[in-house]
């Protein structure tokens, strides 16, 4: 399959074709891996990351909260 890099906001992006997602199990929501091995570009398909409200809490410590801080006066159309 040969395609073309386009850009897409500040980054660079390349279009699977269906076949290609297809036979490497990618689809939308897929994480993958990127790295660059002596100019090759190399996918690994990480599969799709699945949170649970349980174990993101689970996560939260008394080390790593932070407290209410001020972000200014409302800019836009934003309700206080």
């Known amino acids: 399959m040969e395609t073309r890099v386009q850009k897409w906001g500040n980054s ?3 279009r699977l074709s269906k076949h290609v ?3 490497s199990n990618i689809q939308e929501g897929t994480y993958v ?3 660059v091995d002596e100019g090759k570009i190399i996918l690994e398909v990480m599969g799709t ?3 649970s409200l349980r174990k993101l809490l689970a996560r939260v410590k008394r ?3 932070h407290r ?3 972000s ?3 800019v836009g159309k934003e309700i206080w």
């Open 21 to 23: 997602a297809r036979e």
């Open 33 to 35: 891996a990127v790295d």
């Open 72 to 74: 200014g006066p409302p």
């Open 63 to 65: 080390t790593n909260i």
């Open 68 to 70: 209410e801080f001020e």
């Open 12 to 14: 660079l992006a390349v």
């Open 49 to 51: 990351k699945r949170y």
